[in-house]
Nanobody
Framework: QMILAESGGGLVETGGSLTLSCAAT????????MAWFRQAPGKEREFVAA????????YYADSVKGRFTISRINDNNTVALQMRDLKPDDTAVYYC???????????????????WGQGTQVSVSS
């Protein structure tokens, strides 16, 4: 069974940068789509970015495109989310998710992911 663990969250000022990391243990994640979602208080979990099994296929929510970069290193079973030019609206708990049952049409659907980490808090002050 795969276990995901996020790290790297924290408090930054508007315009600052953070890099989140998600480490997978238990089994290789080469056959899985890996994604980042986030959930702010009182809101539903929303898609941020994802990468299919190929590290070259990258997808982003419009709200983070150009500011966030997702990357995966299959040899290390890790996926990272580099975030720059952070805004107060980016404040949320960020979750790493994995699924072997995601297609391009369902990439942004959190219900398609069945392995989740515990989340890491990102707070951006104005």
């Amino acid at each position: 069974q795969m276990i995901l663990a996020e790290s790297g969250g924290g408090l930054v000022e508007t315009g600052g940068s953070l890099t989140l990391s998600c480490a997978a243990t238990g089994r290789p994640f080469t056959g899985y789509t890996m994604a980042w979602f986030r959930q702010a208080p009182g809101k539903e979990r929303e898609f941020v970015a994802a990468t299919f099994r190929s590290a070259t296929n990258l997808y982003y929510a419009d709200s983070v495109k150009g500011r966030f970069t997702i990357s995966r290193i299959n040899d290390n079973n890790t996926v990272a989310l580099q975030m720059r030019d952070l805004k107060p609206d980016d404040t949320a708990v960020y979750y790493c998710g994995a699924s072997a049952r995601v297609f391009s049409s369902t990439l942004t659907d959190s219900g398609r992911y069945y392995i989740w980490g515990q989340g890491t808090q990102v707070s951006v002050s104005s």
